[in-house]
């Protein structure tokens, strides 16, 4: 069967079921409409070098049950030296020289493939995409930014999330089979630890220790003005005028008086612990790709733990407050009588 095309010289051309069917091929080719999903990761994980190694491999096992007609795959590495790695081959990635000082601060990963899907009326290969990234490179002024310039709810969500990962597919078994492939990757990996086993206790139970140290400077004034009371009840008889409810109104309202300036103190001293000490805890680098992510995960480290020694001192001074007390009320106490 041939069917008739005219040409603008008016000539006469003939398109045969044989061209009829690369013409379809190609129109669904260009025209094959994708969709899109999108899975955010919050968790708390490490990455390494093997990881990123193992999660192409298990990709890669998963296409090789289809008909994958073209792949490619394309590396891009973000470093804190304001560099940025592309890689346009796995072999390119894989040979690369990691041994450098700069720390890691996202990686994205791509893969693009052509697939011949099955039970297909049109024998085209249709184009699936599939984008994991590692690491949230944004800074808080430029999350913000992000929302001004009208983005997207979940592109807000995808930037702030630890991994990301966007698959546009045509065949939704394929983008299902993917998102497991990733997602059991994903839970697989070695959880981001402290060094310090009382990092952990110390940010979860942050307010509580706050809370502590100021009811600590609390009993303390208490504790005083109950060694004041009885030290100076005698004293003031020599100098106060009045009876005895006069002299309970002036003592009840000192007290008073120093009750909000020992909880004030505690507050304070409260603040500057978890501002100047729990505030510069820090986890372990999600990465240990580069010999810069190693030599910061070894000085993080050791940053921690003279901060957890400085914690816990504070806290001890917190807390010996009311021995403090106790014994300025003795001295006083004794002094006087």
Known sequence: MENELELKDGEIATMNDSHIEQFKSLYYLLKGKRDTDIKLF?????????????????MYKKLDIHRVVTDIVTVTVGLDNKEIISFGSWNEFVTYDWKISANTKYITLEWDFNIILPNQEHNVPQTHTVRVRIGNSLKPNEMIQVIFM?????????????????????NTE???????????????????????????FILRNEAKLQHTIIL???????????????????????????????????FLTSSIAVLYLFYQSGRLFAERMAKKQIGKLV????????????NRMKEVS??????????????????????????????INLFLN
């Not at 990757?185 to 990092?199: F, G, P, Q, R």
């Not at 504790?223 to 004041?228: K, S």
């Not at 400085?310 to 106790?326: E, P, Q």
Request: aromatic share 10%; charged share 25%.
């Open 42 to 58: 919050n968790g708390v994980k490490q990455f390494s070098y093997d990881d990123i190694v193992e999660l192409n491999n298990k």
């Open 150 to 170: 009208g983005g997207e709810e979940y592109d807000f969500e995808e930037a702030a999330a630890q991994m990301s990962c966007k698959i546009d597919f045509v």
């Open 174 to 200: 394929i983008s299902k089979d993917i998102k497991v492939v990733v997602s059991g990757w994903y839970d697989a990996l070695t959880n981001n630890s402290e060094d310090h086993k009382l990092i952990k």
């Open 216 to 250: 600590s400077f609390i009993i303390s004034s208490i504790i005083l003005m109950n060694y004041l009371h009885f030290a100076l009840n005698d004293w003031l008889l020599q100098f106060v005028n009045g009876d005895i409810e006069h002299r309970s109104f002036m």
């Open 283 to 294: 986890r372990n680098p999600i990465f240990e790709f580069t010999k810069g992510d190693e």
């Open 302 to 331: 050791k940053e921690n733990k003279k901060l957890i020694r400085r914690i816990g001192v504070t806290i001890l001074l917190g807390l010996s407050v009311n021995g403090l007390s106790a014994l300025i009320g003795t001295v």
